[in-house]
């Protein structure tokens, strides 16, 4: 009797040139003791699981040995010797189809610490796109939006932002089964 919500909407991205990936899921249950991750080599083998983590835990990054071979990845929740059903299933091959915005652009409103940024959508089945920023003291990017579908402008009206300061950006597009390359990084000074 599955029990535990299973993890939802699980998207893999590549990291580092086809070698390593990372998975993301949505946690749905609140009293699960971790979660397994499951991963198939190849479209013939069958699934072994390869890592369990704790409680909470929503992303993992895996290292694969043959960048020739199509990995394929799904999670699911575990308590007390019971399991959830498995997430959706992503794998290595599909993780450029969706095509990473790019000529990501800033400009600072006249009068004001607020940055506009536009990009270009190269893809015709994102669900939106993620936006993330690092302020120039700050160890890494953080997402701070998520736009719907075909939208190629925000504006970032944090109260973070003041003048003097160099801000860094980055998009990319998601669905519910991956998420694209990052676009091109920006910075511009307040």
């Known amino acids: 009797t599955d029990i535990i919500n299973p993890p939802t909407e699980l998207s893999i991205r590549e990291f580092t040139a086809g070698s ?59 308590k007390s010797g019971l399991y959830s059903f498995f997430s959706n299933e992503v794998n ?45 003291n700050e160890f890494e990017f953080i997402e701070v939006a998520r736009v719907g579908p075909n939208n190629v402008t925000w504006t970032d009206t944090s109260d973070k932002l003041q003048y003097g300061l160099t801000v860094y950006y980055l998009i990319r597009a998601y669905n519910t089964l991956e998420q694209s390359n990052n676009s091109n990084m920006i910075s511009i000074t307040l």
């Open 20 to 78: 390593v990936f990372g998975l993301w899921w949505y946690d749905n249950s609140e009293d699960e003791d971790g979660f397994e991750v499951w991963r198939k080599d190849g479209i013939s083998e069958t699934y072994k699981l390869i890592q369990t983590l704790l409680a909470n835990a929503s992303a993992y990054n895996d290292t694969i040995t043959n960048v020739n071979l199509t990995y394929f990845y799904k999670v699911r929740a575990v």
């Open 92 to 136: 290595t091959e599909y993780s450029y189809n969706l095509i990473a915005p790019s000529d990501l652009n800033a400009v600072v409103i006249p009068s004001t610490t607020h940055v506009t940024l536009n990009w270009s959508d190269n893809s015709t089945n994102e669900l939106g796109f993620i936006i993330e920023r690092k302020i120039i």
